[in-house]
């Protein structure tokens, strides 16, 4: 029997029970004598709440309670932060003042025996509202310097950027702006809340289960051993199930005061105020170079909104330290308090919008240069990480530019804009590299070995869509040496063994790692005491099950090395110029990302992040009423996403064969995260190499382009 089920491209084990509905999400669990909670939201941005009158309210049919700050219990909000969750600033504390920080902000919580009863009662919870000078306007934000961090501090410098740009035969110094984007999962966020004495359990979308237990515990004071979470499937996420936003608190709330579960689903519009988003970002991005294209100074000065009461900060300009070779360096990063909601991670925070500014002023000199954009890019490719000063586990960047231009057919490409054409339709070409960092957390896992020469494999991870029921299956079989069928592996609670976040492309090297661990474990315990050395005839002579346990924790390689994974995307767009209208036509991406566990559901990763990119180019953007801070397109209707009419017929997706064995014991970098980084970067200098203009802001409609 071959044991090579690592690589394989298995379907997923969990495939038939999400298409036939058998897939359990977080709304989805039920509870005898539920009662149903909505949110009455604040319609200031900044001020304080005077009066609210319930009488009304309180009439309506089915209405059980209603909370606000003048009569829900007050809660200890015992200091926690996990990694999601910003260091500086505290979270809000949901219905324990009357003060107001932005627009959307829970201010009364109805509880009611029906979902339509809550939702009319809240719609007639009238407040009162003094309200303060509010800063909403991104746009004429104050940028500050940020509280201290070790990990990303605010401004870095290497050699010295104003004289290397001052000295430069050529420059480029321009300004991108990125809107606020939001996730907009298939699956809206839920939790169900339902506590026995003082122990209470949470079905919640989340992706990360052990965090909403800490997290909770820490605003009841209670032990996180007394509360449980799951959350076994989860309907998309990119980022916004992180954290434990207020929701999670108010639906334990509700259900401590009335007794009963409670459950609390978000509306699509709530999204948008709710729980976090990608921020509003302006970057400076100025280079400088010699007349044969070495990059001489890399100047990257960018702000980010945030909330007055936390400092959500994104790593803007990681990847600016290191993608290219450069003596002379420096990057700072500043925020802009705002009266909003706190920012939160999404797909590729900071590496995809720091490196759309950086792969478009890189386009932008080359064409100053006269240089191809690729050749460009691998005359500055480094040797070493130059900020870090270590040498790099592995880095396929110039393998990855190779046979993603020959795929492509870069070659054939007419350098001079607006030269291309497909009958009436100017033909753009663009590429941009993608990088992001290979992280890794501590985790768990179990296995079961049982008496009928199966397998179980347990973790509380987190699936919101990459495959993780699948691919720790395979880890698990292949380990194990028995077949896909024989191995079950589940997630989604906090009863198994704790997990990383499910965040960040780390679930694989992280859980995966944890799983092969204890198959390793079981494995060679098994054979130790058995008379034979197949593993499938060992287990079946059990006369008990057997389980072991086993605790995954990172080693010090990050110490000595610089871990990222790589890509080359290049699009291709067509621009009707009559009506400025850009499509993409097509899409090839090439990367390094280490051993790939299962070619089908990364593809799939990747195909994904390629049409994130695609909306966050062509399409996605929320527009602010400044006067409140009000989004005024919450809703799928009018914040534009891509559909399939909207994606290209080609979306190619390559992978190097790259064996990394420093990044973590199954040599995985991870791929959710670099899936969209780079896209939205080709996709504009496609525009330009198409229509001779260059758009800076995102996203380019057509009106940019008139």
């Known amino acids: 029997m071959s044991t090579a089920?690592?690589?394989?491209?298995?379907?997923?084990?969990?495939?038939?029970?999400?298409?036939?509905?058998?897939?359990?999400?977080?709304?989805?669990?039920?509870?005898?004598?539920?009662?149903?909670?909505?949110?009455?939201?604040?319609?200031?941005?900044?001020?304080?709440?005077?009066?609210?009158?319930?009488?009304?309210?309180?009439?309506?049919?089915?209405?059980?309670?209603?909370?606000?700050?003048?009569?829900?219990?007050?809660?200890?909000?015992?200091?926690?932060?996990?990694?999601?969750?910003?260091?500086?600033?505290?979270?809000?504390?949901?219905?324990?003042?009357?003060?107001?920080?932005?627009?959307?902000?829970?201010?009364?919580?109805?509880?009611?025996?029906?979902l339509e009863q809550a939702l009319h009662a809240a719609s007639l919870v009238r407040v009162v509202y003094a309200s303060a000078t509010a800063s909403t306007d991104a746009t004429q934000a104050q940028p500050v310097s940020p509280g201290n961090s070790t990990t990303h501090p605010s401004e870095t410098r290497r050699g010295d950027a104003d004289a290397g740009l001052a000295a430069a035969e050529v420059k480029v110094d321009q300004t991108y702006v990125i809107p606020r984007q939001y996730h907009n999962p298939l699956e809206t966020h839920a939790t169900v809340a339902a506590w026995d004495g003082d122990k209470l359990t949470l079905w919640d979308k989340?992706?990360?289960?052990?965090?909403?237990?800490?997290?909770?515990?820490?605003?009841?004071?209670?032990?996180?051993?007394?509360?449980?979470?799951?959350?076994?499937?989860?309907?998309?996420?990119?980022?916004?199930?992180?954290?434990?936003?207020?929701?999670?608190?108010?639906?334990?709330?509700?259900?401590?005061?009335?007794?009963?579960?409670?459950?609390?689903?978000?509306?699509?519009?709530?999204?948008?105020?709710?729980?976090?988003?990608?921020?509003?970002?302006?970057?400076?991005?100025?280079?400088?170079?010699?007349?044969?294209?070495?990059?001489t100074a890399i100047l990257h000065d960018g702000w980010q909104e945030t909330s007055t009461y936390e400092e959500f900060r994104e790593s803007l300009p990681h990847a600016t330290k290191f993608l290219y070779s450069c003596s002379n360096v420096y990057t700072r990063h500043r925020l802009a308090p705002l009266n909003v909601h706190t920012p939160t991670y999404m797909r590729a925070p900071g590496e995809a919008s720091g490196i759309f500014a950086m792969e478009s002023a890189m386009d932008e000199l080359a064409f100053a240069l006269g240089i191809d954009p690729v050749e460009l890019r691998l005359r500055n490719e480094p040797t070493r990480d130059e900020a870090q000063d270590r040498p790099f586990s592995s880095r396929s960047m110039q393998e990855c530019y190779r046979l993603a231009a020959e795929r492509f057919g870069w070659s054939q490409r007419n350098p001079q804009p607006r030269s291309m054409r497909d009958g009436h339709k100017l033909i753009g070409?663009?590429?941009?590299?993608?990088?992001?960092?290979?992280?890794?957390?501590a985790a768990s896992a179990l296995v079961r070995l049982l008496p009928d020469g199966t397998a179980e494999v347990v973790s509380a991870a987190s699936d919101m869509g990459p495959g993780t029921w699948t691919t720790m299956t395979?880890?698990?079989?292949?380990?194990?040496?028995?077949?896909?069928?024989?191995?079950?592996?589940?997630?989604?609670?906090?009863?198994?063994?704790?997990?990383?976040?499910?965040?960040?492309?780390?679930?694989?090297?992280?859980?995966?790692?944890?799983?092969?661990?204890?198959?390793?474990?079981?494995?060679?315990?098994?054979?130790?005491?058995?008379?034979?050395?197949?593993?499938?005839?060992?287990?079946?002579?059990?006369?008990?099950?057997?389980?072991?346990?086993?605790?995954?924790?990172?080693?010090?390689?990050?110490?000595?090395?610089?871990?990222?994974?790589?890509?080359?995307?290049?699009?291709e767009v067509a621009v009707d110029p009559d009506l400025c209208e850009a499509r993409v036509n097509r899409i090839v991406g090439s990367y390094g990302l280490g051993r790939i566990v299962n070619p089908k559901t990364t593809r799939s990763q990747v195909i994904g992040g390629m049409v994130g990119g695609i909306g966050m180019a062509l399409m996605e953007h929320s527009p602010m009423d400044r006067r409140n801070g009000r989004a005024v397109n919450a809703n799928l209707a009018e914040y534009a996403i891509p559909v399939h009419a909207d994606n290209p017929p080609e979306m190619e997706a390559i992978f190097i064969d790259e064996h990394d064995p420093h990044v973590n014991p199954l040599g995985v970098k991870g791929v959710g995260e670099i899936a969209i980084v780079g896209v939205a970067p080709a996709i504009a200098n496609a525009i330009f190499h198409a229509t001779g203009k260059r758009i800076r802001e995102l996203p380019i409609t057509p009106d940019k382009l008139l």
């Open 5 to 114: 089920i690592i690589g394989m491209p298995l379907s997923r084990v969990d495939g038939r029970k999400k298409v036939t509905g058998s897939a359990t999400y977080a709304a989805e669990f039920d509870q005898p004598g539920q009662a149903y909670a909505a949110i009455a939201r604040s319609t200031i941005a900044a001020g304080r709440i005077v009066s609210i009158d319930l009488s009304e309210a309180e009439q309506a049919s089915g209405v059980v309670a209603i909370l606000t700050h003048q009569n829900a219990p007050k809660l200890p909000y015992r200091a926690h932060k996990g990694d999601p969750d910003p260091v500086v600033g505290e979270r809000l504390h949901v219905l324990q003042s009357n003060e107001v920080n932005h627009q959307g902000q829970p201010v009364a919580l109805v509880v009611a025996d029906r």
């Open 206 to 295: 989340t992706q990360w289960l052990h965090n909403v237990a800490d997290e909770i515990a820490s605003v009841f004071d209670i032990s996180s051993e007394d509360v449980r979470v799951i959350s076994p499937f989860v309907g998309g996420a990119f980022g916004a199930a992180l954290r434990t936003w207020p929701h999670v608190t108010l639906a334990a709330l509700a259900a401590r005061v009335v007794g009963r579960p409670v459950k609390l689903m978000l509306s699509r519009r709530e999204m948008y105020y709710g729980v976090g988003y990608r921020p509003y970002t302006v970057q400076r991005f100025a280079l400088g170079a010699s007349r044969d294209g070495r990059l």
């Open 474 to 571: 395979q880890i698990a079989a292949e380990t194990l040496r028995l077949p896909v069928g024989k191995v079950r592996f589940n997630l989604g609670d906090t009863k198994l063994p704790r997990a990383s976040v499910h965040g960040g492309s780390m679930t694989t090297a992280s859980v995966g790692s944890a799983v092969q661990g204890a198959c390793q474990k079981a494995r060679a315990s098994i054979l130790a005491n058995a008379s034979t050395n197949d593993i499938a005839e060992a287990i079946r002579r059990l006369e008990h099950p057997y389980e072991t346990l086993f605790h995954f924790t990172p080693g010090d390689a990050k110490k000595r090395f610089s871990m990222h994974a790589f890509g080359a995307v290049f699009a």
């Open 429 to 441: 070409w663009g590429v941009a590299s993608a990088t992001y960092p290979v992280h890794l957390q």
